[in-house]
């Protein structure tokens, strides 16, 4: 499932993050929702990633 989806976004020109590389079962305690310790790890995962968007954006859209 994560696979195609990483297909479709790939095709549509957008950025699919994976999730379950850094993610555990601790993270998930009733084994669907994240507790604090997750969503805390996906946050950051999510502001490394809009970072590094940014920066490729502006790097190539800025006139030196």
Known sequence: YNEQIALVTKRSGQTYI??????TEEDF???IHYNA????KLARRLLEEITIQLHEHFETHTDT
Do not use: C
Not at 37 to 40: C, F, S, V
């Open 29 to 31: 305690p009733d084994g």
């Open 37 to 40: 310790a997750g969503h805390k």
């Open 18 to 23: 994976e999730v379950n590389d850094f993610l």
